[in-house]
């Protein structure tokens, strides 16, 4: 069997997590953007550290799994 928890969590937080899509922190005008599908270098070294953490927290600490089959 497949652990799928990693490959969902990963799916998941990059879709939310997508500069521009939901909000954009820090954004271009405000310090953050709700639905304003734009972006900026800031804003994408942000989301990618907000990605990461948020990845290693459920992956690894919580220890998320999910098993199909």
Do not use: C, Q
């Not at 005008?29 to 459920?58: C, M, P, Q, W």
């Amino acid at each position: 069997m497949a652990d799928w928890g990693p490959v969902v969590v990963g799916v998941v937080l990059f879709v939310l997590l997508s500069p521009g899509l939901l909000f954009t922190f820090p954004g271009n005008d405000r310090r953050v953007e709700f639905g304003s599908y734009s972006t900026n270098g800031k804003a994408v070294v942000i989301h990618t550290l907000i990605f990461f953490g948020l990845y290693t927290l459920f992956t690894l600490a919580i220890d998320i799994h999910l098993y199909a089959g």
